[in-house]
């Protein structure tokens, strides 16, 4: 690889020292800095932008699999950057201001105030980069779309509008659509319009159900806030301030693991990630479904006949299985026989005539007894018949 | 007091230390080529389908345990975790214990295997397994260390096949599937398990990893990365992380019906503990496990918590029954500094004692 980039990198990060106390400094002083707004998360961060040249300069040098972790470290650094960036300028105005006490606690709520505002979506303009400003809290959803993404259906069509107007959204497509969905099948094609009916129906449930898994994660957002400023009463009782962005940003994520450790154990939110895993796999069932038809009309084998294939191809080997271990234990059992017989002590010799000689004796007064009886019924056989006839 | 008091020019130096360090840690990164997984070398005993029995090669020597003892893994995530490297090997310290280790790999499912039952399993795979190994040792009995899923995996075999097992070690293994605080229970319980495998055959990994991931996803999906920065610039330390990273990530698709199995009997119905589980003709009845038991679990394991695994012993009938309790997470367990010292040199004692 070559190390220019990394060269012309690293001159330029003094600069974006310089730049970056400047803002700072700029933004502190400022009159307007009292009631703060969360678009000053994401304000004027040169090392955010820094970050993004240097990775798009350096990672096509990089092998693939290097360039996927290392991507995660930088999405990670820049979700670093804005969350205590943001929050450790947005907390300490007052401070460079040299304001009081109270009017700090007014400054910390009005911050926060503003973060719960943006996870409660009652605030639509900060969707976009004050949403980016918290990185990180997007994790767990995106990790979602990435797991589920092999589905032959879009995943979320609805994943960009604001979770403010998802409700209104939701309900004007779902009555629209239900217009349609009403209309009665007929005719010749009637069940495949059914088909296409039902396939419509689960994908806005899928739909339904993901937005209220997003909602959510809304709410969480509201309670890591709260959790955040229970904690930061609490290093104010303790008298251990925050020195550096690394605690700041300690601080952050233990909060939103509170926030969210609390809410995902209750029962609504076990009943809405039911509902979503639930909504999708019916959804992708119904897919599942519709593309068999497809296969079976050009004669290619079906996803249902494959695994009927595959489980009776399991019946017979497991059976076969099941069959050799059970002839290992016969063969195991007649071996332990025939070893049991030969190693059985030979009679003693002197027994042996006695024995013959009473079987010979045993076997002809048998034989003479046996051939008595048959000539009795053989002589009874012959009177019956003389008497029939 | 004012509780976040970052100096303008602290906040500019702290940005500026993690771009450098993200920067020449590029630079190692590169360098450190494969990742190397398993550390110690095995020789592969037995094969059946996907299955492969290794039996691990003492660089200490001959064991002086004559039975030797079988670590069964779970289905999920990749069994080399017992063997992630040198220094971070429950095996290798367990070999160094004096102990003769045997692997059950369960290897990586497909579609063609996805009516594999938990019966196929325990009683198929791993009993002849056994079976294998016990002829090639002749003797009656084994000693068994079952992980986590591979615990309970176990638990059910020891039940069942009680004459063949000479002492039972459990491993941050869940009982009770419904205690306080079981998150994963919790997720489960309202999820159409029926409907799931119907749809998907076999469970992808990546699905299992999101909810794994899901349970603390702010630390695992993103204080960690930024922790590892602090680490680039150590090339071995950037090694381990990466190798765990590797493990973390390996995650083989779930056979679909014994994942249905699994969820519905174990997590939704709670059968173990009811002896309620049937595995083919046999009905698993932990009463039956009447030999020594070591039960070893994680304080601080999220993915099995303590009370999940400690309620083996209102269930076992064995009167040599003890508990080993690790300070640490799932994971720790096994790879931790702390957990070198203390667990496989307590698992090797304790099983010289029996």
């Keep these: 690889m070559n190390d220019n980039p990394f060269t012309a990198w690293a001159n330029q990060l003094l600069e974006y020292q310089r730049q970056y106390q400047d803002v700072w400094q700029t933004f502190a002083s400022s009159a307007n800095g009292a009631r703060l707004g969360v678009e000053g998360l994401n304000n004027a961060n040169p090392w955010i932008a820094a970050l993004d040249q240097w990775w798009k300069a350096v990672s096509p040098s990089a092998a693939p699999s290097v360039q996927n972790f290392y991507s995660k470290l930088v999405e990670q650094g820049k979700a670093y950057f804005q969350v205590t960036d943001g929050l450790s300028r947005a907390l300490q105005q007052a401070t460079a201001a040299g304001e009081s006490a109270m009017r700090w606690q007014e400054a910390v709520n009005n911050v926060l105030s503003s973060l719960r505002d943006m996870f409660a979506g009652q605030r639509t303009d900060v969707q976009g980069a004050a949403r980016q400003a918290m990185g990180f809290w997007e994790l767990p959803l995106n990790t979602w779309r990435r797991a589920v993404s092999s589905s032959i259906l879009p995943g979320d069509f609805l994943q960009d509008v604001g979770a403010s107007s998802i409700g209104q959204v939701r309900d004007q497509l779902h009555g629209r659509v239900d217009q349609l969905l009403s209309t009665p099948a007929i005719g010749y094609m009637r069940e495949d319009q059914e088909k296409v009916q039902t396939l419509i129906r689960l994908n806005l449930d899928y739909q339904q159900a993901l937005q209220d898994y997003v909602a959510t994660y809304a709410e969480i957002g509201v309670k890591c806030v709260e959790v955040l400023q229970q904690n930061l009463q609490q290093r104010v009782a303790e008298r251990k301030p925050i020195e550096s962005l690394r605690e700041l940003y300690g601080l952050w994520v233990d909060s939103c693991e509170q926030a969210y450790g609390d809410y995902v154990s209750t029962d609504k939110y076990v009943e809405i990630y039911g509902r979503l895993v639930n909504s999708l796999m019916a959804l992708k069932r119904h897919g599942h479904m519709m593309l068999d038809e497809a296969l079976n009309a050009v004669d290619i084998p079906t996803r249902r006949e494959i695994r009927t294939l595959v489980h009776r191809m399991h019946e017979v080997r497991w059976e076969g299985k099941a069959l050799r271990a059970e002839i290992e234990i016969l063969k195991e059992q007649h071996q332990a026989s025939l070893k049991e017989k030969q190693a059985r002590p030979p009679a003693p010799a002197v027994n042996r005539p006695k024995r013959a000689a009473a079987k010979t004796k045993a076997m002809a007064s048998k034989s003479a007894a046996k051939s008595k009886t048959e000539q009795n019924s053989r002589t009874k056989r012959e009177q019956s018949t003389t008497k029939r006839f | ?354």
């Design chain 2, 1 to 354: 007091m004012i509780p976040v008091q970052i100096r303008p020019d602290r906040a500019a130096k702290e940005m500026l230390e993690f771009n450098q360090k993200l920067g020449l840690g590029l630079k190692n990164l590169i360098n450190i080529g494969e990742i190397s997984i398993g550390a110690t070398p095995t020789e592969v005993i037995y094969r059946e389908d996907k299955l492969t029995l290794h039996r691990y090669q003492s660089p200490f020597g001959e064991p002086h345990n004559p039975v030797p003892v079988v670590v069964v893994y779970a289905l999920v995530n990749r069994p080399y975790m017992a063997d992630l490297q040198e220094d971070r090997s429950l095996v290798r310290g367990m070999l160094k214990a004096g102990q003769d280790v045997y692997l059950i790999d369960w290897g990586y499912p497909d579609r063609a295997d996805q009516y594999l039952t938990m019966d196929d399993y325990i009683n198929g795979y791993l009993d002849r397994s056994v079976d294998t190994i016990r002829r090639r040792h002749g003797i009656d009995k084994v000693n068994m260390l079952g992980i986590c899923q591979g615990g309970t995996f176990s638990l059910c075999y020891s039940a069942i096949h009680a004459h063949k097992v000479k002492n039972l070690i459990t491993m941050v293994t869940p009982v009770d599937f419904q205690t306080p605080g079981d998150l994963l229970s919790r997720w489960v319980q309202q999820i159409d398990v029926d409907l799931l495998v119907d749809t998907m055959g076999n469970v992808s990994g990546d699905l299992m990893n999101w909810m794994f991931l899901s349970l603390k996803p702010f630390r695992l999906m993103g204080q960690k990365y930024l922790d590892m920065v602090d680490l680039l610039d150590d090339e071995e330390q950037a090694r381990n992380f990466l190798r765990m990273e590797k493990w973390i990530f390996d995650s083989p698709d779930q056979v679909g019906e014994t994942f249905k199995q699994f969820v519905k009997g174990f997590y939704q119905e709670n059968r173990l503990i009811k002896g309620e589980v049937q595995l083919g003709a046999h009905r698993v009845d932990l009463r039956n496990i009447t030999m020594p038991v070591l039960n070893i679990y994680a304080r601080e394991d999220h993915l099995v918590p303590p009370p999940a695994s400690t309620a083996l012993k209102r269930y076992v009938s064995t009167r040599d029954y003890s508990e080993l309790d690790f300070p640490g997470g799932h994971i720790g367990i096994y790879v931790s500094g702390k957990s070198q010292k203390t667990v496989p040199p307590a698992i090797g004692e304790w099983l010289d004692a029996r």
